[in-house]
């Protein structure tokens, strides 16, 4: 039997109130590919129902307790066994036409893989702000984020997300992603006509102007090296 065309990883911690809407998302992507879709939830120290929501909608489960996001992701890969790597945070929804979009992509030849565009779920002033000035620094460094997407064996080739960061590995792997396609010449893009819907957690626990009232911690999370704070920011801050 050929292998499935794709792979979404989602890493899952205590995620039961919103993975749900997370996977159902990628059932509605997937309905062009039956039987080609496999989607891999990466428990990480879950205490609630995130295991028994995933098998519900038909995920497979793995476990990886790290408080690393790059060893959670990393886990997910090494389990996968798509062509196309594609990774989404459970808090996040793909769009309708997100994996069409990137087959059409990465079909093409002309891509190495990339990102996509962010929306959130929600909006005020603070978070407006906050990503235009982040919109505005992905394209100084032309790339994107949010939800990744490569063929399993670029995502091989490079390494896979950098382990020894505890924050802040999906910028380091979009610049990596970057600069391997530029070897190949297949550019790094980001998806058009496509994008994710992405819950507002971190705005609702640290507030909606966090990043200019921490800037401290925002240059500690862009680093990727202080554990003390990724873990207050990602792996432990209340949800």
Not at 4 to 14: A, H, L, Q, T
Not at 81 to 91: E, F, K, P
Not at 218 to 224: E, P, R
Request: with cysteine.
């Amino acid at each position: 039997m050929p292998p499935p065309k794709f792979s979404v990883i989602i890493p899952g911690r205590d995620e039961e109130r919103l993975i749900g809407r997370c996977l159902e998302s990628i059932q509605v992507a997937a309905a062009p590919y039956p039987g080609q879709v496999e989607v891999i939830v990466v428990l990480n120290r879950c205490s609630d129902r995130t295991e028994e929501i995933a098998h519900a909608f038909g995920a497979r489960t793995i476990r990886e307790d790290a408080k690393n996001l790059a060893r959670i992701r990393n886990a997910g890969a090494r389990s996968a066994v798509g062509l196309v790597l594609v990774t989404i945070d459970a808090d996040s929804g793909m769009s309708p036409g997100a994996l069409v979009a990137i087959d059409r992509a990465l079909s093409s030849g002309t891509t190495v893989g990339g990102g996509t565009v962010i929306r959130p779920e929600r909006s005020s002033p603070g978070i407006r702000v906050t990503l235009w000035l982040f919109n505005v620094w992905i394209r100084v460094c032309q790339i994107s984020c949010g939800m990744f997407w490569c063929y399993r064996r670029d995502f091989e080739f490079i390494g896979g997300f950098e382990e020894r960061l505890v924050s802040a590995e999906d910028i380091d792997f979009a610049k990596r992603l970057k600069a391997y396609g530029k070897t190949v010449q297949r550019p790094f893009s980001t998806l058009r006509g496509a994008y994710i819907v992405t819950s507002c957690r971190k705005f609702d626990v640290f507030g909606d102007w966090c990043v200019f009232r921490n800037p401290l911690l925002v240059s500690n999370l862009i680093k990727g090296k202080n554990q003390a704070d990724a873990d207050s920011f990602y792996y432990d801050c209340e949800r």
